[in-house]
């Protein structure tokens, strides 16, 4: 079955970005740009690909789901599909204008829980922290990309709101000369 993959950077207090929505800082040049461009290349966006005059690979993910405020950004600088090489899946309870190649659910673990029943990659699980919160217990993978900071305040990795607790085993660490750690997380098989 195709797995649920959390993969988001975070500060070492936990925020997946700052209280203005903000993410400057969070490295982005470092030995861990390597994994971010190499292995990771599906989840990045089209401006990306672009910049860095690269084809997504295609061996990671297939699909993408992220909440509206994720969504905002790139629609602030005019890009209405931000990973048109990807199906591209936004979790809004409103009617929204949007872009063709985005589907709009408003019952976000319904939709995971039948692209899971198909064929296919991983399904990345963009963000932001409500979204994750929403999903927690379809999540099958976290990999986290720790950032040497301590922000304070800002967006929580799962939102915030009170949750079950979930254990996940560790199954992977690489530090890097950055500071940045990448944590990976298995969720129990069921
Ligand atoms: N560090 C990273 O790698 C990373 C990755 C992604 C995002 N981020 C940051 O995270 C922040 C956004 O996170 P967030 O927690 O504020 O918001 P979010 O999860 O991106 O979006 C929240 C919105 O999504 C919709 N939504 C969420 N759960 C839903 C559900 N169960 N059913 C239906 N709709 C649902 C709702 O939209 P409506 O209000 O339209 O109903 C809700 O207001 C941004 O600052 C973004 O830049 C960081």
New binding site residues.
Partial sequence: MRELVY????SIDG????A????DA?LVEGDHAEVVFGEYADALPVQAHTALGIEPPGTRFDTVL????????ALDIGITSPYPHLRQY?????P?EHDPAITL?????ATVRDLKREDGLGIWL??????????LPEIDRLVL?RNPVVLGS???LF?GLPQPARPFALTDVRRFASGVVIEEYAAPRR
């Fill in positions: 993969y988001v950077a975070v925020y997946i970005a700052d203005h929505g903000g993410f969070f992220m909440g509206w405020n994720t969504l905002t950004p936004v979790a809004t309870t409103h929204r659910t408003t019952d976000p673990l963009c963000g932001g922290g409500r979204l994750a919160g929403t999903l990309k800002g967006v929580p939102g």
